[in-house]
């Protein structure tokens, strides 16, 4: 058998050419690895201090804390994101998401030593000396995978099958996203206007290198070792065939919209086509027995908790909402919830009183003079969706889910935007996926990007997703950005 170091040179780059997933492993193991390591430099470091003997009876004294430590940091890590493939392809904004990570770590042993520890029962300084050390090291690391990640043999040659619509849509997702992953060759495609041409993506010149037939040849001369399947109609027979020849040489198969979403955490609605299975959830979570459960467990107990914060508050947001504008405190509005059915929501008043003399239902828009100076604090804090979590206690609504939308404005979008009563399959939330990651909709072309995350969210549905979407909004929340 032949060893890689006799392995032909352009074997070697498709052998190195990982797929997205395998670079996230890679990271996640390194960084796993740094995180141990500096935990026991960490100690060496306190016993150093201390003047302790630095020995095997020491560590295992503090053995636990080699696994509590890299457990508590790796779900800081996932929370915020560190592992996003548009993170992993930015040094900026790596090291952005590494020190909110570790200061998540650093708050959460802080809130454990001074609340729920007895004194001198755990190590002073430890997570401090692990988190500077932890900064540094997986900074370097980030820095030296990027760098290494960037050059061309280590990138992961793609041929994008169809250069149309969606062709294009997935080739810019790939230079924004993951520029230093994937190396695009090429478009093959058999409209004859586009053979022999330069598409501009994002500022790169990316050529159709040709056609249905040429495919397979294109495939074995650069060494590809996967095809985008980017065609929203059926297949040519020509087509097929060179699909299934390529994948017969082991060459890897990838529909658009399944690469779409791992990349962006959306669904493309605009590029499937006759793939209507893509965006259409048909393996709903909410259907089994165990996440209904749990999800309306953690609504009940996490509403609960949330107005024994919120109540005590509520005399004095309701005496500055009074001092500032006549009107109620409390507003309501018709809302439509899961299967299409309205219920009331709830909320603190941000606007001036009839807001809407007549009776037409106006989005609020950025910078909106019916705002209240009061109302527009509310609104950066998110304090004045507080009172839903009643409605999260009828289970009207859920803690996460889309967010819930008004009778007049659903019956327009439903007009214009293809799958958008999809939305009505679970619950309205009070945080949601898109809004996590997507400003407020103010059009109809805002209303279609948060359906891409709204759909996402409603596929791939979990308790775990779940957690990152209210640690996401938490953020939001403390950074004031709510509108």
């Known amino acids: 058998m032949t060893s890689l170091q006799t392995c032909p040179t352009s074997l070697r780059v498709v052998m190195l050419a990982l797929r997205l997933a395998e670079h996230k492993r890679i990271l996640i193991f390194v960084d796993i690895l740094i995180i141990e390591l500096t935990t026991l430099l960490a100690f060496w470091i306190m016993a150093l201090r201390a003047e302790w003997v630095f020995d095997t009876r020491y560590l295992m004294n503090y053995g636990a804390w080699f696994i509590f430590l890299p457990a508590l940091w790796f779900l800081s890590a996932i929370l915020n994101g560190l592992y996003d493939s548009a993170t992993i392809a930015d040094l900026a904004q790596s090291v952005q998401r590494l020190v909110r990570t570790i200061a998540f770590v650093i708050i959460v042993y802080l809130a454990i030593y001074f609340f729920f520890a007895t004194p001198g029962e755990l190590p002073r300084g430890v997570v401090g000396y692990q988190g500077a050390l932890s900064f540094v090291a997986i900074g370097l690391w980030r820095a030296l995978y990027l760098a290494l990640a960037r050059r061309r043999s280590f990138a992961r040659k793609v041929i994008i099958v169809g250069a149309g ?9 790939i230079q924004q996203n993951a520029p230093a992953h994937y190396q ?14 330069s598409l501009d993506i994002a500022g790169t010149a990316i050529p159709v290198l040709g ?3 040429d495919l397979t040849r294109l495939v074995k001369e650069h060494q ?3 095809i985008i399947l980017a065609i929203t109609r059926d297949l040519s027979t020509a087509l097929f065939q060179a699909i299934l020849d390529c994948k017969e040489q082991g060459v890897q198969i990838t529909l658009m919209p399944i690469l779409f979403e ?5 669904v493309p609605i605009e590029h499937i086509g006759d793939n209507w299975n893509v965006a259409l959830p048909l393996d709903s979570p909410e259907a089994s027995g165990f996440y209904p459960i749990a999800k309306r467990t953690l609504d009940v107990v996490g509403a609960l908790i949330g107005l024994a914060i919120f109540l005590p ?4 947001i309701a005496l500055a909402i009074k001092l500032d504008s006549p009107g109620p405190v409390f507003f309501q509005q018709t809302r439509v919830g899961k299967g299409g059915k309205p219920f009331r929501l709830l909320k603190l008043r941000t606007m001036v009183a009839n807001a809407e ?7 609020a828009q950025k910078n909106d003079s019916r705002v209240t100076r009061v109302g527009k604090w509310l609104r950066r804090t998110r304090l004045d969706e507080m009172p839903q979590l009643f409605n999260v206690l009828k289970g009207e609504m859920s803690a996460v889910g889309p967010r819930p939308e008004r009778p007049e404005h659903l019956a327009e979008l439903e007009r214009a935007i293809p799958f958008h009563r999809l939305r009505n399959a679970v619950k309205p939330g009070m945080a949601g996926w898109a809004a996590a990651n997507y400003e407020y909709v103010d059009s109809i072309e805002d209303a279609k990007i948060r359906l891409q995350y709204d759909l996402y969210y409603i596929k791939h549905q979990s308790l775990w997703l779940d957690l990152q979407v209210l640690w996401r909004m938490l953020g939001q929340i403390v950074a004031m950005k709510g509108r």
């Open 224 to 226: 590809v070792p996967e």
């Open 313 to 316: 508050l509520l005399p004095f």
């Open 357 to 363: 003399p007549d009776g037409q239902a106006v989005r």
């Open 211 to 213: 056609g249905a037939r």
């Open 165 to 173: 619509w969606a062709g294009q849509t997935i080739a810019q997702t």
């Open 184 to 197: 695009i060759v090429g478009f093959v495609d058999d409209d004859p206007a586009k053979q022999n041409q």
């Open 262 to 266: 791992q990349l962006t955490g959306m």
